[in-house]
C-alpha cells in the first residue's frame, strides 16, 4: 500500500482500483473508463505518474462520461486480478466503454505516444466510437452540426446559451471544450467544421477556430477571446451570467463542516465590486473574524499555541500593508505579548486589549465584517475562508517588497516566514479540520522547497489552485464564483500559454500579476466598487 499512496493518493482526481472494485467500477458503468495497470516498483511507472496525474487534472470535469483510473499490480492482493486481465507489462493502459458487461476485460490501448494530448485525444476518440444506444449516459453529442442544423437557431430565443465553436477538421478544441463545460448548466455547446460555408457566411466567420455565441434572448455575437486556445473558450464561457457548475457532494465533506464551523453572519445588502481589486474591508474582516471569533473559542492559549498566535501578530505587524491602525493595534498586541512574562493568557485578556484599543481610536477593526470582494451570494459561502486566503497572499506579496521588516522579529531565519506562519496558524486554530489537515499534508510534501520571496509567493498561489481543482462543484462553491483555476485569462491573460495542446502556466507572469494584484498599490479601502 505504501508505494502506491506515494504514486497515487486520494487527493489526485483520478479512481484507484484494487481487485475488490475494478470490476463493478468499469463495467456496467454509465461511463467510459480508462485504466492504467501500473506496478509500483516500475520506474518508468513512476516517472510517468506525475503526466496521468496532469492529464486527470487537465479532464477533471469530463468525470461524467469517462473516468481516469489506476491500479496497482505490484500489490499482492491485485496479483490475481491483472493476471486475469492479462496485464503482462507496465504500465498498461486498458479502456472499458460504456455499458460494457462484466465479462469485458477492456481494450488495450498500444499508442506509442503517452502524453497529454494524444491520451486526451485518445479519450474522445473512445467516447465517439460509442453508438448512439450504448454511449455514456451523459455524453453530448460531439459530432459536428451541419450549417442546415445550426442556421435557424440564429434569432432564436431560448432558456440558455448556445456556444457554436467552428474548427477545421482535424482540431479538437470544439470537443474539448463541449466536454470542458459538461458539469455546467445554463449552456449548450456545440461544433460545426470550417467547410460549412453557409453558416460561414451568416455568421461572417474567416479564422478558425472561431466561438460564436447565441444568448437567451435571441440575439447572437462572435465572441472574442484574446487567444484562440481552448483554456480560454471554456473559460470565457464558464464566467458568461447564468452559466453555474452544477454542485455535487463530492469534495465537500470538509465543505460542511466549514460552513458550519466558520460561517456565522447575515447576509448584508450586495455591494457592486471590482475582481481586479483587494479590498481592506476583507482584510480587516478576516482579523475581526480570527480574533473575536474563532481564537475566542480558546479559554487561553499557552505552550505551542501561544507561540503561534505570537509569530502571527508579529507577521501582521510587520508586513500589513500600508500602516495605519490595524498596524498599530497589531504592533500593541505584539509588544504587550512579547512583554508578559506568562507562559498563559488567558484568550480574554486579548479581547479586551483589542476592545479597549478601539474605544480610543474608534477604528482600529470594523465593528462588524463587512465583506466586499468575499461577499457571497447566499450566507453560509466565501467571507471569512476567503478573506483569510486573501490576506496571506497580501503578507506573502509584502514580504518581498520589504526586504528588512522581519528583521529582529525571531522569524527572520525561517527561508519563507509567511508561509510557516500560516501554517502553524492552519494547523493550530483554523476551525475548519479538514481543510487543516489537506492543507498540512501539501506543507509537509513541498513547503520546505521554498527558498526565495518568490517562490514563496508562487507556492501559495499553486496551493491555493489545487484546493480550487479539488472543490471544483463542491458544497462550498458559491455559484457566482465558481472555483477555477486562478487568475481567470480575463485578469491576466498572459498568464496562460498552451504548450503541446496542454494549458501551461506563465509563471514570469503569474508572479508579476500576483505582485501586482496583491500589492500594498492595488489595495482598496472603498466598500464597493
Ligand atoms: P477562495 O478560494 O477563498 O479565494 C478567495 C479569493 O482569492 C478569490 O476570490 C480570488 O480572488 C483569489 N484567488 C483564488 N485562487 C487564487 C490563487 N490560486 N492564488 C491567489 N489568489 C487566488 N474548503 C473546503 O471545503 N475544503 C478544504 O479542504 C479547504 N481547505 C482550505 C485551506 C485553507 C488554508 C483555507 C484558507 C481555506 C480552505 N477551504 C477549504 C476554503 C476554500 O478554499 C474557500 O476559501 C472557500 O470555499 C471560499 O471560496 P471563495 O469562492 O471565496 O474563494
Known sequence: QAAAAQLYTDQDPLVILSSGS????????????????????????????????????????????????????????????????????YPTFKYFRAHSPATDRGTIYRGADRQIQSVRQLMI??????????????????????????????????????????????????????????????????????????????????????????????????LHVQKRLRFFFSSVLRTLPGVQ??????????????????????????????????YTADLESALHYLLRVELATHNTLEGEELKVFKDFVTLVAKLYPGGGSVVKLMETLSDWLLSLPLQRIPYQAVLDLVDNKMSISGVFLGAELRWVGCQGSQAGLRGYPCSLWTLFHVLTVQHEATPTAMENTGLEDEAAPVLQVMRRYIRMFFGCEQCGRHFEQAAAATMDQVQTRDQQILWLWNQHNMVNYRLAGSLSD????????????????????????????????????????????????????
Open 22 to 89: 475494478l470490476q463493478t467500477s468499469v463495467t456496467n458503468s454509465s461511463s467510459a473508463w480508462l485504466v492504467q495497470f501500473f506496478s509500483s516498483w516500475c520506474g518508468h511507472c513512476i516517472q510517468y505518474s506525475g503526466t496521468w496525474k496532469s492529464l486527470a487534472q487537465d479532464v477533471q470535469d469530463w468525470q461524467l462520461v469517462i473516468n481516469m483510473a489506476v491500479l496497482d499490480c505490484a500489490l499482492e492482493e491485485n496479483f490475481d486480478v491483472c493476471k486475469e486481465y492479462s496485464i503482462r507489462f
Open 125 to 222: 476518440n473512445i467516447l465517439q466510437n460509442h453508438t448512439r444506444l450504448d454511449r455514456p449516459n451523459h455524453c453530448p453529442p460531439l459530432d459536428p452540426y451541419s450549417s442546415v442544423d445550426l442556421l435557424p437557431l440564429l434569432g432564436q430565443r431560448s432558456d440558455h446559451y448556445t456556444a457554436i465553436i467552428i474548427e477545421d477538421p482535424d482540431s479538437y478544441v470544439g470537443r474539448e471544450v463541449i466536454l470542458d463545460l459538461l458539469p455546467f448548466s445554463g449552456l449548450e455547446v456545440k461544433r460545426c467544421l470550417s467547410s460549412e460555408l453557409p453558416l460561414l457566411d451568416a455568421l461572417k466567420i474567416t479564422t478558425f477556430p472561431s466561438i460564436y455565441l447565441l444568448h437567451p434572448n435571441g440575439t447572437h455575437t462572435h
Open 478 to 529: 458559491d455559484p457566482l464564483f465558481p472555483k477555477a483555476p486562478w487568475p481567470s485569462p480575463s485578469l491576466c491573460a498572459s498568464c496562460h500559454e498552451e504548450k503541446n495542446g496542454v494549458h501551461v502556466w506563465n509563471y514570469d507572469n503569474v508572479l508579476l500579476f500576483l505582485r501586482h494584484h496583491y500589492g500594498a498599490s492595488n489595495l482598496s479601502p472603498r466598500y464597493s466598487m
Open 245 to 278: 457548475r452544477r454542485l455535487t457532494s463530492e469534495g465537500s465533506s470538509s465543505s460542511v463542516g466549514l460552513v458550519g464551523a466558520l460561517q456565522h453572519r447575515h447576509l448584508q445588502p450586495w455591494r457592486d465590486f471590482d475582481r481586479s481589486k483587494v
